[in-house]
């Protein structure tokens, strides 16, 4: 449905009305090798994470194209995912054979750019609602129909390249913004090994202790996880314990099951989260005092106080010398995990206490860095969302 007056010199088009051709994708057998030998590129929505898309997943041969439903969508026009990944879209930057996940878009050039239509469709209101418009009882999809009746706010071609001019220079910003947040998390691992060296060679001579004689407490919940509500006690479970983080829970715990739950013990701020399965070995300290749950397949360390500081530990646990013995040690003969009893026989080196504490002053500097980063992203995010929303209305350029 149309919301708004356009500019003039602008008017509503459907998809339907600027697109050539739609073209459906299929997969070649994948018993016959042959198919699967050939020079061109095939793909399916997986490999589509930007707005183009110029290499495919695999190759396949001519003889796959003429004995199965795949086809190849010439160079400079649309695929979107019309089932799996739904609404995902890239201009390919090349010819290339697709699956039936998605859909070719062959447009009128002399009505749209491929390149402001992908945009378009990356409004996330616009991919919202083809999401909504997603049909089916077991695997959902869009419909031809759902594509031809997408409304798009059409300006003159050379209003369309000068908006994708602009958009793309704050894709830039955005992009530059993700690859100083990467440097800053590969910053601290630096920092790490240049004070103390590499724990798996470890050429600096430091001592060794088991975690059973150098953890003050080590505390995991076993047993059947109460019931979930939908409000209460916050509940942290191992899929929100992400690159060093515990991330906003999602589920709770009634506060009469928290005590019985708990019972094990109550984890302090600072202390270090570990994943015990479904992942292994994913870390995470505990930034905060509020009250929490935790789920099974987490184990909450804190380390004896005289020997060791829980920032360094939270750090030396990303380190291969300690991944590696959780690898070794952990059982299980589909999902891999590790024990209570196997992770206090894991080795743990042993700086000096004042030298893991001048460490944890710098990890507290690059966390106040990161907070100022983590505004700063919001804030550029947030004038990109404002940004297409003018760009699509006709306000960004007349």
Request: net charge neutral; hydrophobic share 35%.
């Amino acid at each position: 449905m149309k919301e708004r007056e356009l500019p003039k010199g602008w008017e509503w088009k459907r998809l339907g009305e600027v697109t050539l051709k739609f073209v459906n994708g299929g997969t070649p057998s994948t018993a016959i090798s042959e198919y699967w030998n050939g020079s061109i590129q095939w793909t399916t929505s997986k490999s589509i994470t930007s707005c183009t898309i110029s290499a495919g997943e695999k190759f396949i041969s001519q003889e796959a194209i003429k004995n199965s439903a795949t086809s190849v969508i010439p160079k400079d026009n649309v695929l979107i995912a019309s089932r799996v990944g739904i609404g995902k879209s890239a201009v390919n930057l090349i010819d290339i054979a697709i699956s039936q996940d998605l859909t070719g878009v062959i447009l009128d050039k002399k009505q749209i750019v491929p390149e402001f239509l992908v945009r378009y469709l990356h409004d996330p209101k616009i991919l919202q609602a083809l999401k909504s418009s997603s049909r089916g009882s077991t695997i959902k999809g869009l419909q031809r129909s759902d594509l031809e009746q997408i409304e798009i706010p059409l300006p003159p071609l050379t209003i369309q390249c000068q908006i994708v001019a602009v958009l793309e220079q704050a894709e830039a910003v955005k992009r530059q913004r993700q690859e100083a947040d990467a440097l800053t998390g590969a910053l601290l691992q630096s920092v790490f090994y240049e004070m103390f060296g590499d724990p798996v060679r470890n050429e600096r001579g430091w001592g060794t202790k088991s975690f059973e004689d150098c953890m003050s407490s080590i505390i995991d919940y076993r047993g059947k996880t109460p019931t979930k509500t939908t409000s209460g006690i916050p509940l942290v479970t191992a899929k929100i314990v992400k690159d060093g983080k515990v991330l906003q829970p999602d589920e709770f715990i009634s506060p009469e099951d928290y005590d019985t739950w708990m019972r094990r013990g109550i984890p302090q701020k600072g202390d270090v989260i570990l994943t015990t399965e479904g992942p292994l070995g994913t870390v995470a300290q505990l930034h905060t005092d509020e009250k929490l749950a935790f789920a099974q397949r987490l184990i909450i360390l804190r380390g004896k106080s005289d020997i060791l500081d829980n920032t360094y530990l939270a750090q030396f646990f990303k380190s291969d010398y300690f991944q590696n013995q959780l690898k070794s040690k952990a059982t299980g003969s589909t999902v891999e995990g590790i024990s209570q009893g196997n992770l206090r026989q894991t080795m743990a080196r042993i700086p000096p206490l004042t030298l893991q504490q001048q460490f944890a002053r710098v990890v507290q500097d690059v966390e106040r860095m990161r907070e100022r980063q983590e505004e700063s992203k919001r804030e550029i995010y947030s004038l990109f969302d404002g940004l297409i929303q003018r760009a699509f209305g006709g306000e960004l350029i007349a």
